[in-house]
């Protein structure tokens, strides 16, 4: 989460990066804390990169886990998906 985070933050395209986040998240999204999953959401809509997969994963945990997310985590994962 914060690799992504800081690579989409600075506007660094790496691809190759983005899709082995991916790959990897989608295991592990259920291990990730609120704001784990609020930041890699974030990042890969932020730097554009599409990961429907991920991001299938991502709502699966989140709509299990929304009432642990605080304000802010919800709304960047509501961007993330907007």
Do not use: C, M, Y
């Amino acid at each position: 989460a914060n690799t992504a985070w800081a690579f989409a933050t600075l506007g660094v395209h790496a691809p190759q990066l983005f899709d082995a986040i991916a790959r990897e998240s989608e295991k592990r999204v259920g291990t990730f804390k609120p704001q784990e999953i609020a930041n890699t959401a974030w990042a890969f809509a932020k730097a554009g990169v599409p990961a429907p997969q991920l991001f299938e994963a991502i709502a699966r945990e989140s709509e299990q886990r929304v009432g642990s997310f605080n304000p802010q985590e919800l709304a960047n994962t509501a961007w993330a998906f907007a």
